[in-house]
């Protein structure tokens, strides 16, 4: 999993059929202390976030075990919302 800030949304009216209803984020992956590490990356969303929010996102083969995205041509998915980090 990687640590992630939502900085936008990704609009496609033609898209594969697997994606149909999904929606597409863009997010920045960050370190622990919001540095970016990799910038803009498309993700689908499967737990409603938003442009602000801090999320966990999983990326590879694991993008598409969350429910409905199995067929999908994904290779990552926001699969959670972080309430809060912390360094210790």
């Known amino acids: 999993m990687k640590l992630a800030m939502i900085t936008g949304t990704a609009t496609a009216t033609l898209k594969d059929a697997a994606l149909s209803g999904t929606a597409l984020l863009i997010a ?6 919001g540095k970016v590490l990799e910038a803009a990356i498309v993700a689908a969303d499967t737990v409603g976030a938003g442009v602000g929010d801090t999320v966990l996102i999983a990326t590879g083969s694991a993008a598409r075990l969350p429910a409905g995205m199995a067929s ?10 972080v309430e809060h980090v912390n360094l210790s």
Request: charged share 25%; aromatic share 0%; net charge negative.
């Open 72 to 81: 999908a041509p994904i290779d990552a998915t926001v699969i959670a919302i």
């Open 28 to 33: 920045d992956v960050v370190d622990g202390k």
